[in-house]
């Protein structure tokens, strides 16, 4: 099994930043995508940003040129800069990997508890 510890949530205005940061550990022997995803109040959770091990990078459209999505390999480790933050970004933030447990499984999605972001004045 896989567990996630995210930290970084928290409460902050219009127009400011917040990091967040998703460690993977357990029975991990690859992570092919690591990212994030949020759920608003009454809304269907959708992708924040997302990060596979060759770099590629993916956002969803209401966070590009915003939010940037990184990852440190060497610790299992994705992170989410959130820069010009809007009220309508206030969501919980989900930390998402696809990892692979043993060479020439599948990878299997696992997601983190979340944390939540509050924008507001």
């Known amino acids: 099994q896989v567990q996630l510890v995210e930290s970084g949530g928290g409460l902050v205005q219009p127009g400011g930043s917040l990091t967040l940061s998703c460690e993977a550990s357990?029975?991990?022997?690859?992570?092919?995508?690591m990212g994030w995803y949020r759920q608003a109040p009454g809304k269907e959770r959708e992708l924040v940003g997302t990060?596979?091990?060759?770099?590629?990078?993916n956002y969803g459209d209401s966070v590009k040129g915003r939010f940037t999505v990184s990852r440190d390999s060497a610790k299992d480790t994705v992170y989410l800069q959130m820069n010009s933050l809007k009220p309508q970004d206030t969501a919980v933030y989900y930390c998402y990997v696809n990892v692979r447990e043993a060479w020439g499984t599948y990878g299997v999605d696992s997601w983190g508890k979340g944390t939540l972001v509050s924008v507001s004045s």
């Open positions: 990060i596979t091990s060759g770099g590629r990078i």
């Open positions: 357990g029975e991990i022997f690859s992570i092919d995508v």
